[in-house]
Nanobody
Framework: QVQLVESGGGLVQPGRSLRLSCACT??????????MGWYRQAPGKQRELVAT???????DYADAVKGRFTISRDNAKNTVDLQMNSLKPEDTAVYYC?????????WGKGTLVTVSS
């Protein structure tokens, strides 16, 4: 079993920054979690990839966030963070932490990010 808890969401003005963090707890070895990351879902839209990172630190980003967002992972602390810079109103969404362990996908409950002046 894998549990993911997000933190760091909130209201921020356009152009500002915000950092999301996800704490992961798991029964068994944490190293079996091959990939972690962030997805988001805006009102009326489908959930979409934001960024992912493997246990070997290979990253993947959605085109919409490349150059603005940075994902990082601390294998010792079992956390994955998302640094979001130059935020835009279209980044407004519920952000979900994600983890893949073997063939199973796990999700956090989400944290709301609102970008508005």
């Amino acid at each position: 079993q894998v549990q993911l808890v997000e933190s760091g969401g909130g209201l921020v003005q356009p152009g500002r920054s915000l950092r999301l963090s996800c704490a992961c707890t798991a029964s068994g070895s944490i190293f079996s979690i091959s990939r972690m990351g962030w997805y988001r879902q805006a009102p009326g839209k489908q959930r979409e990839l934001v960024a992912t990172i493997t246990s070997g630190a290979s990253t993947d980003y959605a085109d919409a966030v490349k150059g603005r967002f940075t994902i990082s992972r601390d294998n010792a602390k079992n956390t994955v963070d998302l640094q979001m810079n130059s935020l835009k109103p279209e980044d407004t969404a519920v952000y979900y932490c994600y983890a893949r362990r073997m063939t199973m996908d796990y999700w956090g409950k989400g944290t709301l990010v609102t970008v508005s002046s």
